[in-house]
């Protein structure tokens, strides 16, 4: 069973819309992140959150924004789609301190802007 | 600032052949350095980390890598692959300050012929 689910798979949007990518762990850890991978582009770090907190933010631009209701949750909400967000965004968690950097990634949600 | 590259894009190899997927890495600082696989429609996995002592070492499924800071590499290799082994393999560098945060390579996709 997949310890790291992401919602949905697949996500087909609009410009100017708006969406919400899912990501719950079951893996217990304090740590959760998000990164993306667009097309010809390597996977890129975009947020860490550890213990519901946001840590760091590499992402320029305010139309994402992280949001974490529960320990193990932390959704992507991205505002005022544009083509170039068109991407596979990969949740992943660790936990936190020493072992910070092994990461566990869920399956990623492929988003498609038109 | 980090960065990674891994030269070839593509690999291909036969069932039982021997394999070595290359990774020159940059970092300021002694870097921490991973190799994760992506199987078809799945999330990265760890294979193998590496932080410090013996450079060469040993990851899941048969697979090791070498650690060579005169060289600024970290090859990944295995004596003799399997068709299952045919995934995209990443290369990521971390400054190891506990923030979870890795700098990727493009990823290398290997095709292993039956």
């Known amino acids: 069973d997949p310890k790291i689910i992401q919602k949905p798979k697949y996500l087909v949007a609009v410009t100017g819309s708006e969406k919400i990518l899912i990501c719950e762990q079951y893996l217990g850890h304090n740590a959760m992140y998000w990164y993306r991978q667009s097309a010809k582009k390597p996977l890129e770090f975009m947020f860490s959150y550890s213990y519901q907190k946001l840590m760091d933010n590499q992402t320029a631009s305010s139309r994402f924004q992280p949001q974490s209701s529960k320990k193990n949750h932390l959704d992507l909400q991205i505002t005022a789609l544009k083509p170039d967000d068109s991407a596979t965004y990969f949740c992943a968690s660790s936990l936190p301190g020493t072992s910070a950097e092994t990461l566990y990634f869920g399956s990623g949600t492929r988003l498609t802007v038109l | ?114």
């Open chain 2, 1 to 114: 600032a980090q960065s990674v590259t891994q030269p070839d894009a593509r690999v291909t190899v036969s069932e039982g052949a021997s394999l070595q997927l290359r990774c020159k890495y940059s970092s300021s600082v002694t870097p921490y350095l991973f190799w994760y696989v992506q199987y078809p429609r799945q999330g990265l996995q760890l294979l193998l980390k590496y932080y410090s002592g013996d450079p060469v070492v040993q990851g899941v499924n048969g697979f090791e890598a070498e650690f060579s800071k005169s060289n600024s590499s970290f090859h990944l290799r295995k004596a003799s692959v399997h068709w299952s082994d045919s995934a995209v393999y990443f290369c990521a560098v971390s400054s190891g300050a506990n923030t979870g945060k890795l700098t990727f390579g493009h990823g290398t996709i290997l095709r292993v012929h039956p």
